[in-house]
């Protein structure tokens, strides 16, 4: 599958991450609605999105030295890597959370 690269197709699917997120928010809410279900929603939505934070802005930046920004253009190691696993691969990043330190 190639990557998605219209920009209205793009803003589209955020939107509908978003409307499903907000819905199952609303229906898990709805089917028990007390404040500790609100709590523990809260809290696993933030834990999740301070997880993806992790996953695809600092161990991109810290653990992967080779690999620039994509404001600094490619460069060469970046180029010659991209035939082997890329850093944004979910198995990639699996495989470097759970190795051992």
Not at 27 to 39: D, F, G, N, S, Y
């Amino acid at each position: 599958m190639k990557d998605l690269s219209d920009h209205r197709l793009i803003k589209l699917k955020g939107i509908l991450f978003l409307l499903i997120g907000l819905l199952s928010a609303l229906l898990l809410i709805l089917e028990h609605p007390t404040l500790k279900v609100a709590a523990l929603l809260a809290l696993c939505v933030w834990c999740f999105c301070r997880f993806y934070y992790f996953a695809f802005y600092v161990i991109h930046t810290t653990w992967i030295p080779a690999t620039v920004s994509p404001a600094s253009g490619p460069s060469s190691a970046t180029c010659s890597r991209e035939k082997q696993n890329h850093p944004f691969e979910p198995a990639f990043l699996i495989a470097l959370i759970l190795a051992p330190p």
